[in-house]
């Protein structure tokens, strides 16, 4: 490619240019974290954010403050992401850091105190125009003045230099523009059938886009073992891989990988040997699928004769067919975030009620827990922050701040056509209400009244409502709900104990950061002494208490869950098989004296060590 092309698009374009002569590409082996179990072989197809909607081009002179503002805002918070970037690298092998960290580097520098950026702010100052749009016509203005220098006397390697420029500079706008607008979500509406999906980082609103049935695999440079865009790849039963650091920029399109969920490894352009391997592992991945498949009409009874409730985590419609499949008896956890995710408004009364109506049908009369809205952390949802719902959070610590029910109270219209929704469609079959993110009783108490309230107000209005109003449960999963769980024990109806967000709030580690990953412990004593404390709390009080965060899935662990007293969990779909082999071959005294000896320890490594051997005498 030595002439002037338009440039590639969006589909085929990976975080490098692709301008570099064909050449013979060697094997590479990347490490990440193992997130969907499955392995997969395909082409690599890189997708980088499309480009923003700018939809205002135009201030008002007394703005111009404000809008410089948000330019360095945006400014800042790319610089943040880049050196995330830059830092990630450290794990690669030298000769990789020495091909992507100049990359970085450019970008990094022109965010300093570049020609970019005095042109931005002189256009913002002079002709009023928007940081975004400022930042798009004086990118393109810079790309084009570096593209004039192409006279045809250049060589080719001149050319691609200068083209490579003024990529850099548009792919470095982009980011800006993506920060200033806070752009909503991808399109990967180009996606070839069978590829694997390489993206610097992936939205949990990005993952409730893509279609399973034509995606291999996926893997991001970003991203940890439990964040929430981890658990939308399980729920869709998509091998990934995430916190693959490097890999965006060393991939290249018509590049193949081997990615391979179970153990976290990617492969560029695997060796023949490699390659043979992957096939055999694939094979044997899609056999082990099959076996548990047949234990799909068996109860989850222990040998003993102790029955256990097995059901599954729904985050987005599309999982249905999966749940009755896997045999799980009905939905543990229905995550309702899908329906606020990837729209500019707010779902109505009639819309939810339709949805969670459909919801309830498709599992036949078999129990569904629906949580209401859990908005915060990184479930970031454009339609609250374009219906002007959520004020003044963007910049403060989300995870610390106005998260789950504690918006909800605030603004409690949210809640009311929610639990209206739930209300009309809990006729449909049985229906459990659960609030997420509660650390006090007053929040019950509020909640109740408001439960109460929409109940009289829908029967005022005529709506067929059950006489006896579903049971209202509560998510533990702050260590302050944990340790006061005997409190709210008299308050909620029932516990739903979320380890994933219990394990990052004890442990202080962002669930979903790779950097920290490996402190991200849901084993670790501290938090099985609260699921133990949670647990009994509710057991004291005859209350049901179910796991539905993703320890549930582990079927190492479900002994010892067993063996604390848990008799429900709830898991993504494609774990429940798995779990359910594992309660089939275990007896509840034997889980007892387990737990017993496991809660005696104080140390992550020797824990680890038992529930790996457990049943061989350990
Ligand atoms: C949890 O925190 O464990 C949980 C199940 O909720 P979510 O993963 O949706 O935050
Ligand atoms: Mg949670």
Known sequence: MNRIDPPPPQH??????????????????????????????????????????????????????????????????????????????AVLPEESQAEIAPLIDAYIRMLGPSRLVRGVRQRIQETLLSAESAVMKEAAAIGDAIMA??????????????????????EIARRLVRNLTRSPFRSFAGLPEGSILVAEALRPADAALLDPSRLAAVVTEEGGADGHTAVMLRALGVPAVLGVAGLAHAAEPGDIAVVDGIVGTVVLNPAPLTLTAARKAVTAFARERQRYSRLRRLPAVTLDGTAIELQANLELPVELPLIVQAGAVGIGLLRTEFLFMNRETIPDEATQTESYRTIVEAMHGDPVTIRVLDWGGEKEIEALNMAGVVPEIADTNPALGLRGIRLLLRQPQLLETQFAAILRASMAGPVRVLLPMVTTVGEVRATREIYERVARRLRRRGERIPEKLPPLGIMIETPGAALSADALALEADFFSIGTNDLTAYTLAVDRAESVVAMLYDPTHPAVLRLVQFATEAALRMRMPVAICGELAASPKLTPLLLGLGVRSLSMNASAVPKVKQMIRSVQIDACVRFARRVMEQGDTERIRAMVDGFGRGD
């Open 149 to 170: 220098q192409a006279e045809p006397s250049l060589s080719a390697e001149d050319l691609a230099g200068l083209r490579r420029r003024s990529d850099e500079i548009r």
């Open 12 to 89: 085929q374009r990976l975080a490098r240019s692709a301008l570099a002569a064909p050449e013979i590409r060697s094997e590479r082996m990347f490490h990440g974290i193992a997130v969907s179990a499955g392995v997969a072989i395909g082409p690599v197809f890189g997708t980088t954010e499309p480009e923003a909607v700018i939809t205002r081009q135009k201030i008002h002179a007394s703005d111009t403050g404000a809008e410089s503002a948000r330019l360095d805002a945006a400014i800042a918070q790319s610089q943040k992401q880049l050196a995330k970037l830059r830092a990630r690298l």
